[in-house]
């Protein structure tokens, strides 16, 4: 991935499709370390590393899929590569990119994100994640590739060297990449479909007996070393 210096005006580059058209318990551990990037009106970019993410699938009795196709779910039903946003309870709205195939009900819900300069849980949990990049249901079905100005970006090569030192696997909970039982859901609990960045602070909720990081020790997205050539958190203003 190219440094911050060289896309100034255009932001980074897209994950590809081909990259989502794999299976949500396959796509949602690579996402850790991911970018959500928003350009805005003022030509700043607005983004923030995923540092938590949640998997679903048809199969799944969790899946809003899982039951039946319905106009409010047709999104997740593909194609791969495509936001499904929803809102939870009647109150917040919830961010997801749809995997696997066409026909099947998948997808990854990015559920917390760590921004740079910002307060470290100001993105952590799907609501507060979605209001942070003002995130509605108009952004139902957009594109997660590049053709809009909402889209996911590949990892940074700092954070892709921190997960790629995993000694033990995620679920062991021995590596920065940890796994664990999914959250706020009452069927198929014990599902182990979400993961985390161990070594940040900004995640939703961790694993039973996994200790926050001291905030000394913690990782932030101050920690790429971008310095002055990191985009600017900007306005708030969000073009549609």
Known sequence: MPQLASWACHGP???PRRFFSRPAEVVA????GCLLV???PSGDLLWGVIVETEAYTQ???ACHGHRRRSASNETLFGPPGQFYVYRCYGIHHCVNVVTD???WASGVLLRAAALPNAPERQA???GLLARCFAIEQRHD???ACGEGPLWLAPRPSPLQALLSASPGGAEQGNGPLRQDRRIGISAAVELPWRW????SRSVSRRARGDRQPAAAAAWRPENLGWGTHEPRLGARTIAP
Do not use: I
């Open 124 to 126: 952590s949990g799907p």
């Open 59 to 61: 199969a799944d009795p």
């Open 196 to 199: 985390y960045l161990g070594p």
């Open 13 to 15: 580059p897209a994950l």
């Open 29 to 32: 551990p690579e996402l850790v």
């Open 38 to 40: 928003r350009s805005q």
């Open 101 to 103: 195939r066409d026909e």
């Open 141 to 143: 079905g957009q594109g």
